[in-house]
């Protein structure tokens, strides 16, 4: 047979093979995240394994599809809104025409309006800390707060905001551009930690509040704390900082960055403009997972779930199997269509870039003075390409010091002007912020002179959500604090 026959005749055979397994494939619907089934392995003599967990998932987007639209827009009833009506330039050079910031209040506040407790929220948590005639939904502090409880409303009025860049009523990527018309998504600048808790004071500013008897907030809430007190220092006369930082350690920065890449893998993330379309449920689902793993703990885990499965006399699955696995599947699930997606990423990409080193602090106060000095001169914070400096006084976003001392007196000289009384809690469990980042709070303060600083370190199994269940131990260490006579 010449060469050319028989060259002819292979690649007959091999497209007469390809056409026979192409026809052995079953049909894959668009969208679908089902996978190819192919013949081969109908032919094996085990069964193929069931995905009920992928079958959920499908019919989940197929769902979405067709509506409903995210809830989280509707999941806070019952609040106020501040609204700052002038533009807000923010830490990083970027710029809201104006913001809104949702906030809801409890207790009176007394005639010189010296009683103003302002507590900061968690990454995902709304202004509604507890229920009100508003919205009789009990809050995510319920128990902490009311007449008589560790936040005495019979004493002293309290104040909760959803923070900038939260999606339970404050600005954030979700919301209108009013100079677009269209929501911001990931137009949206980036923000820190520095930046929610200035908006908070333009919020106390509208109330007439000069002064506040106390800030209190823990994980990130916390790290709004200690910001309050060391750039806010004369108005804040007492700090409760619990289970939070003073930097962001590479650990929890790791913990995040996971979360945000399962949530932009989602093919329905689309770069943030998914809006129109189907949220990114599935990214959501996984980010949740991943965190829910890190706020609570291992020893609360083996005693709540033990190595039980849910269906012990079932062959097992490659699905949730284990107790653990179906609780995770079930907390990501209630959560993913909760909470907006950019709003993730966003507050913790704040937390992340968190520092209160007095050299990170003078960058992006630097940064935003002359995105401001632009803005008053030309209309525009920044040019077209995000910059708003020079390259070469373009400000570092982490600290330069290096060594251990060099790292140490950075952030003893970033808290120097927080003399209050200051209680700090750490949690023995906590995997997400270790009691090590909470006792390093402590430590620089009483280096910058702050005598009055008073660290507990809980026993508690519950890690990092420790402090939303321990009411008696959290409950009782803040409510000294707050209402002991100095």
Not at 220 to 234: D, E, I, K, R
Not at 414 to 432: I, K, N
């Amino acid at each position: 047979m010449s060469t050319t026959v028989f060259r002819r005749t292979l690649a007959s055979r091999l497209t007469a093979a390809a056409s026979a397994a192409a026809a052995r494939r079953t049909t894959v619907l668009p969208g679908s995240l089902r996978t190819l089934t192919t013949s081969p392995a109908m032919r094996s003599g085990n069964p193929p394994m069931s995905f009920p967990c992928i079958d959920r998932l499908e019919t989940r987007q197929r769902t979405l599809a067709g509506g409903p639209e995210p809830t989280y827009e509707k999941v806070v009833t019952g609040y106020k809104l501040y609204h700052h009506a002038t533009p807000f330039v923010l830490d990083h050079g970027g710029v809201l025409p104006s913001f809104d910031l949702a906030y809801e209040t409890w207790g009176t506040l007394n005639s010189d309006r010296s009683n103003a407790i302002l507590i900061h929220t968690g990454l995902s948590g709304s202004s509604h800390a507890h229920s009100h005639e508003g919205n009789l939904k009990p809050g995510w502090w319920e128990k902490f707060i009311g007449p008589g409880k560790a936040i005495d409303t019979d004493r002293f009025f309290v104040i909760c905001t959803n923070v900038l860049g939260g999606c339970y009523g404050s600005t954030g990527p979700g919301s209108v551009d009013p100079q677009s018309g269209a929501r911001y998504a990931t137009t949206f600048p980036l923000l820190t930690v520095n930046d929610m808790v200035r908006a908070q004071f333009l919020l106390l500013d509208s109330l007439h509040i000069d002064r506040l008897h106390a800030s209190v907030g823990a994980s990130m809430g916390g790290m709004q704390a200690l910001c309050a007190a060391a750039l806010h220092s004369s108005r804040v006369g007492r700090t409760v900082s619990i289970s939070a930082c003073a930097r962001s350690h590479p650990y929890s920065i790791a913990l995040r960055f996971a979360q945000r890449q399962a949530l932009m893998s989602d093919p329905n993330f689309n770069r943030g403009f998914y809006y129109d379309g189907v949220a990114p449920h599935v990214g959501m689902k996984l980010a949740r997972a991943i965190a829910t793993v890190t706020y609570r703990s291992g020893p609360e885990w083996e005693l709540r779930f033990g190595r039980r499965r849910r269906a012990h006399e079932q062959p097992p699955m490659l699905c949730a199997d284990f107790l653990i696995e179906t609780y995770l599947d079930h907390q990501s699930e209630s959560f993913c269509l909760q909470y907006d997606a950019n709003s993730l990423l966003y507050v913790s990409k704040a937390m992340d870039l968190f520092d209160i080193s007095h050299s990170v602090t003078d960058r992006l106060r630097r940064t935003r003075e002359a995105a401001a000095q632009q803005l008053q001169q030309t209309g525009a914070a920044c040019d077209q390409a995000g910059v708003c400096m020079t390259p070469g006084e373009q400000p570092e976003e982490c600290s330069v010091a290096e060594t251990r001392e060099e790292i140490t007196r950075d952030l003893v000289e970033g808290v120097r002007h927080a003399m209050q009384p200051t209680l700090v809690l750490g949690v023995q469990s906590d995997v997400l912020f270790p009691v090590a980042q909470q006792r390093e709070i402590a430590d620089i303060l009483r280096q910058a002179g702050n005598t009055n600083v008073t660290y507990y370190e809980l026993d508690a199994m519950y890690g990092h959500d420790t402090f939303l269940i321990d009411v008696v131990t959290v409950g009782a260490a803040i409510k000294g604090h707050l209402e002991n006579t100095l």
